[in-house]
């Protein structure tokens, strides 16, 4: 590839935080000298200023041992040079273009550079290129080089042979005005051949030892270390390139610092590039047509000085003060108002420019007034605290907004704003003000003066001190870092910068990032790296650095310094905290689930603090959520507490992938120790309560239950399984087999350690049991219970509470109390077992289980007669229950055919639930009987895009609804498109497809919509969509891979399409490690061909399971729309948000209502196992009519219990 490029006055170098030391080695190839490290392409174009053209090449080594070689080849005006990579700065070679004599096409893609005695060999990767490569030196040759004569060679200020450290041999170099170049030998010199050369714009020249000096730029992480014949030819070499350094920056060293800021490198008041004027009271950068109106003004309101003549007025004070605020914060004051119709652009007139100026700087009219605006007390005031601090632009605000420079500080040694400045070591507030102390201000002709508020100058965070730092990167640091890889660098945060230099002495940073930037703080564990301390910056640009040192005092200090400067005042209280990560996050909950908004987070331990807005603060305890679960896919971190559900949503991926995994390794289990553990909201480990409520559920009636051993590597793999994640671990009938789940439990406690469940009391529980009189023994053992911490306490009543309604049904599984005690009392207070007195402890709490917790006796024989209906249940059915899916659930509109009112319907959809049981819920909720001849499906409807698509059958919508916001929404409809598709694959054996299509991208090359529908011919099979120019083409224009595929019906009407019958195709894959997103368009020439091809689309990408076989009906079996989250009732979230809050103002909960349903499959014969299909969330009538006949002996006051229990499986059965 080669790109041509036009030659452009020199831009500046952006300092930035991503240009420091991302250095690349070069190689020891026979025609270059070894610079290793070689350096990378610097951020700043300011050698393209002479770039002809550029592109990547051949180029064929001089003894032809190693062949082509690919280059980098760039053509100046001056050099043709050459490099190994396109981000390199030091080249291996070049070729002084006056130095050439001819250039010849060779063979086919091939052409020769030739000089006086060299020949260059090159080759293009198409006969096109070559032919650009030599026409373009061609042109360049002949507009440099004389007949015979080499006239445009460099002259030399000083020449010779030096020593090149890393090089075998010496080196000819040459200081030429502001260069220094490198040669192999006088005799390359002569005929314009050489290694590299260096701008010393950007070189520093200093001396080493006797004989050495090392020649540094900021693009390499080694210098150019030389040594001379002798000490005195050293000097001599110094001077030369010192004088080179100075010849470089003679002219242009204040104008490119001026531009180091990038808002200066446009003019203030018109956007014109590369300005080379100021105005320096006012604190603005701009271009020569502006100065001329700005001269207009005179010298009272506007001092106007040249950034490359005036030399002498450019202090190092005032070029700080430019950095610092710069045109656009700047701006921010002087143009905060100003209307569109009269902003000024780079091609405006005099006339313009001249209103334009008078009305911004002498009428202030566009300028945003400060609070205390018209009142002078307050604004002295003001301006005598602001002096104090390092904020520039609220002292330029408060002087242009009437602030006396001359008022009175009340203080008899610092009496004016000047000499109060100087006296805090304010130097650039004295230079401020010192420019405006004859300054004719704005006229103050605003009608109308605000009341006087109170006023306290901005907060500011100043910190300096030594750190060491790596390369940033854009992804994140997973591998160990060593101390070798880290450079000691000076570092400052000050005035709302975090900035970097060389050392403590450098005036011009390394790289620079604004505080508003940095978007997180990550602390690391200690020794992760090299350095025992070290923090992580994540920035807005996607980049992280890595920031290390020693000593915690200075860790800790940096932390909460770059934290305070982008956290806003009123989530300070963060900063409080001793966090692992802080930072702001998008989020949304509540009432509001459409808008995201910015909240601010910090992650201490397990737990996450949010401050969400001013006064809307809330810790959340990551253990103790009923789910927590991160979808990468989508970006959301989905936290439920309590029934509230919290979405957090990724921004920026690397920052936001941290935060992810982040979440997850808090929200998991800690040590063994119960306050580690995951919890429920009765504060009862995840895993006690999975275990216990499977054993409830199926274990009840196991012969020896909690007695006989399972199967070892399953009971390992059970436990290894809790540890990692007990929340997202679900215990299922068939998969899980009951006396491994006991022996998983039994585990869990013996590896409990710091005391285990009864802590350090161990000893006055075992004492007890030799007490006689059974009331002092169970006072006691209440005594003992409530010393216990609250998790171990409820832990404690959890499980004995289980052991108790094992024994009452002791005649099924053959285990007592005594039984039990004997298992469970060396298990839980970890004795060896030896005697009897732990075992006689855990019979004396399960025996008097109801005196010593204190329980409702009516609650526990409410819970024992449930328990009777789930055992005669699974006698009587025979059936195995299935455990609920964990998963957040967000409730959605849908709409029945057409979006309307009265088409609408709330579904609640948990997050594993598919298309095809929204589509059964939502049609027995509108009472709507499923014919075995319809295709009811869901379907994706977009107005804006004026698209739609039927979602696949297992496909989840969750997902769905929360990325596509408002922009889209859920339609179920017994669509003929669904049949057609059906029929048409059912006849088709190939799932290939072929045929002509009218296509259009979305954008052309330039970005335009500017493209027509061309025909195209394509080509589908299993992996790829292909198109070709048409039907006789051998290769593909284009291709896709068929599963990255999005493919919608319909096409928007205001891109004309030549028919109605089209189809939109997205793509979404990862390129270079980012997202990448491409839509274009394809138009059929009838309905038929749409669905064929759609119906070919559809089935690649769902493997031909397109229908289920067995139907919809058979696939899922509908249940009742469920309008309960846990115990929080669901209200549909529609209309303004008034009257959302009046819903909820309303809503009063109530206990579930039931109520008999008939279910007509069952009067059909359904069959008998038919219920165990059944999703625990969509439970059907079939089940509640079985119920009832299981159950007709029984009161009504039990059969509406079991009838609970059915609804609220997924609670008993998984957490």
């Excluded at 047509?289 to 007025?313: F, N, T, W, Y």
């Excluded at 089209?1062 to 274009?1080: F, N, P, S, Y």
């Excluded at 625990?1176 to 009519?1185: D, K, N, P, V, Y």
Aim: aromatic share 8%; proline share 4%; glycine share 6%.
């Amino acid at each position: 590839m080669s790109l041509q490029v036009p030659a452009a006055p020199s831009k500046p170098r952006l300092l930035s935080a991503c240009s420091d030391e991302e250095l690349l080695d070069g190689d020891d190839s026979e025609d270059t000298l070894r610079l290793s490290p070689s350096a990378t392409v610097k951020d700043d174009d300011s050698e393209l200023g002479t770039v002809v053209m550029m592109g990547w090449l051949e180029k064929y080594s001089p003894q032809g041992v190693l062949g082509f070689q690919k280059r980098w080849v760039r053509l100046e005006v001056d050099y043709l040079r050459y490099f190994e990579k396109d981000k390199e700065v030091d080249s291996k070679g070049f070729i002084c273009t006056a130095s050439i004599t001819h250039v010849n096409s060779v063979g086919d893609v091939k052409f020769e550079v030739v000089t006086n005695n060299r020949t260059f060999v090159f080759r293009a990767d198409s006969e096109a290129r070559k032919n650009s490569w030599v026409m373009a030196l061609h042109d360049c040759v002949a507009g440099r080089h004389p007949q015979g004569t080499v006239s445009a060679l460099p002259t030399a200020d000083h020449q010779g042979y030096l020593d090149f450290r890393g090089f075998k041999g010496k080196v000819y170099v040459v200081v030429a005005a502001d260069k220094v170049f490198l040669y192999k030998t006088q005799e390359d010199q002569r005929i314009g051949v050489g290694i590299t050369y260096i701008n010393m714009n950007v070189g520093n020249v200093k001396e080493t030892d006797q004989r050495s000096f090392d020649l540094t730029t900021p693009y390499r992480l080694r210098p150019f270390s030389f040594v001379a014949e002798s000490e005195q030819q050293r000097e001599q070499w110094v001077e030369a390139m010192r004088g080179a350094i100075d010849a470089a920056l003679s002219n242009c060293d204040v104008a490119e610092q001026i531009w180091a800021e990038p808002s200066n490198s446009r003019c203030a008041d018109c956007g014109a590039a590369k300005p080379e004027w100021a105005a320096i009271n006012l604190c603005v950068v701009v271009c020569s047509q502006c100065a001329g109106e700005h001269r207009g003004l005179g010298p009272s309101i506007s001092k106007v000085r040249s950034l490359k003549m005036d030399k002498k007025v450019w202090t190092e004070e005032l070029i700080q003060i430019f950095l610092l605020i710069g045109n656009e914060r700047a701006n921010t004051f002087w143009a905060q108002n100003v209307p569109p119709s009269e902003a000024l652009s780079a091609a405006s007139s005099s006339a313009d420019r001249r209103s334009f100026i008078s009305n911004k700087y002498r009428q202030g009219k566009y300028r945003n007034y400060h609070p205390l605006f018209g009142h002078q007390r307050e604004l002295d005031s003001a301006l005598c605290m602001n002096v104090q601090s390092s904020d520039l632009l609220e002292t330029l605000s408060l002087i242009f907004c009437g602030a006396d420079v001359h008022c009175s500080t009340q203080m008899a040694t610092w009496d004016s704003p000047l000499a109060l400045a100087a006296a805090h070591s304010q130097s650039l507030q004295a230079e401020l003000i010192g420019l405006n102390l004859n300054t004719e201000l704005p006229r103050l002709d605003v009608g109308g003066a605000s009341d006087p508020v109170h006023y306290s100058a901005p907060p500011c965070v100043s910190h300096n001190g030594f750190l060491f730092k790596t390369a940033s990167v854009s992804r994140a640091v997973a591998e160990r870092k060593a101390r070798e890889e880290f450079t000691r660098r000076w570092c400052s945060l000050n005035d709302g910068c975090f900035s970097y230099y060389e050392s403590d002495k450098s005036s011009a940073p390394n790289g620079t990032m604004k505080s508003s930037e940095i978007v997180c703080v990550a602390v690391n564990p200690p020794d992760k790296h090299g350095y025992e301390h070290t923090f992580e910056l994540y920035s807005e640009s996607k980049r992280l650095y890595l920031f290390g040192t020693d000593e915690a005092d200075s860790h800790r200090s940096w932390v909460k310094s770059i934290a305070k400067s982008f956290i806003p005042p009123w989530a300070e209280p963060l900063l409080s905290l001793d966090f692992e990560r802080i930072g702001r996050l998008k989020c949304k909950d509540g009432l509001n689930l459409q808008t995201s908004r910015v909240g601010w987070f910090a992650l201490v331990g397990s737990t996450l603090h949010a401050h969400l807005a001013p006064g809307q603060q809330e810790e959340l305890h990551l253990r103790r959520l009923s789910e927590l679960s991160i979808q990468r896919d989508n970006e959301v971190i989905v936290l439920v507490k309590k029934g509230r559900t919290l979405y957090i949503e990724g921004e920026r991926k690397l920052d936001f992938a941290g935060w992810c995994s982040a979440i997850e390794v808090a929200g998991r289990s800690g040590e063994d120790t119960l306050t580690e553990q995951q919890l429920t909201e009765d504060d009862v480990p995840v895993t006690v309560h999975s275990c216990i409520s499977y054993i409830t559920q199926c274990g009840l009636t196991s012969e020896g239950i909690y007695r006989k051993s399972g199967v070892n590597s399953r009971v390992a793999a059970l436990d290894e399984r809790f540890r990692r994640d007990a929340r997202s671990l679900c215990l299922r009938d068939g998969e899980n087999q009951v006396d491994d789940v006991s022996n998983t439990l039994k585990r869990f406690f013996r590896d409990l350690k710091d005391g285990g469940l009864f802590t350090q009391d161990k000893t006055f529980w075992l004492s007890t049991t030799g007490i006689q009189d059974e009331g002092q023994k169970i006072s006691q053992y209440r005594q003992l219970l409530c010393r216990l911490p609250p998790v171990h306490k409820a832990t404690l009543q959890a499980l004995i509470h289980h052991l108790h309604c094992v024994q009452c049904f002791s005649e099924r599984n053959q285990m007592q109390s005594h039984a039990l005690a004997i298992v469970f009392g060396p298990t839980l207070f970890q004795t060896d077992g030896q005697d009897y007195s732990a075992g006689r402890a855990i019979e004396d709490l399960i025996e008097h289980y109801t005196h010593i917790f204190q329980v409702d006796e009516q609650r526990l024989k409410r819970d024992l007669e449930e328990i009777k209906y789930i055992i005669k249940l699974r006698d009587s059915l025979n059936t195995k229950f299935p455990a609920s899916e964990p998963g957040g659930h967000f409730l959605c509109t849908v709409y029945l055919n057409e979006k309307t009112d009265e088409a609408e319907g709330s579904i609640k959809i948990p997050g594993a639930m598919t298309a095809a049981e929204l589509c059964s819920a939502f049609l027995n909720h509108k009472l709507i009987p499923v014919k075995e001849e319809e295709f009811w499906s869901c379907w994706e409807v977009s107005d804006k895009e004026e698209t739609e698509r039927p979602l696949h059958y297992r496909e989840r919508p969750l997902p769905l609804v929360h990325s596509s916001g408002t922009n889209a929404y859920l339609i179920v409809k017994n669509h003929l498109v669904m049949r057609d598709m059906v029929r048409y694959l059912a006849d088709k054996k190939d799932v290939s497809k072929s045929g002509s299509l009218s296509f259009k991208p979305e954008r052309n090359i330039l970005g335009l919509d500017l493209s027509s529908f061309d025909d195209r011919y394509f080509i589908l099979n299993s992996s790829s969509l292909r198109m070709f120019k048409d039907v006789l083409s051998n290769s593909p224009e284009r291709e896709w891979p068929a599963k990255n595929l999005q493919v919608y019906l319909g096409i928007k009407k205001r891109l004309h399409p030549p028919t109605c019958w089209g189809l939109t195709v997205v793509c979404e894959r990862k390129k270079h490690g980012r997202a990448d997103r491409q839509q274009c368009y394809l138009c059929c020439t009838s309905r038929t061909e749409m669905i064929e091809w759609f119906a070919s689309f559809y089935s690649v990408q769902n493997d031909g399971d397109v229908w289920p076989k067995e139907g919809l009906q058979r696939a899922v079996c509908p249940g009742p729309a469920d309008l309960r989250l846990g115990n929080v009732s669901l209200i549909p979230l529609r209309g303004s948000a008034n009257e959302m809050r009046n819903s909820v103002a309303a809503f009063s909960p109530e206990a579930l209502a039931v109520s008999e349903v008939t279910n007509p499959g069952s009067q059909s014969g359904g069959q008998e196992g038919d219920g165990a299909r059944l999703p625990a969330r969509l439970i059907g009538s079939e089940m509640f009519t079985r119920v009832q006949d299981v159950s007709t002996s029984c009161r009504s006051e039990h059969l509406c219990s079991i009838i609970q229990l059915w609804s609220h499986l997924d609670v008993i059965v998984g957490f």
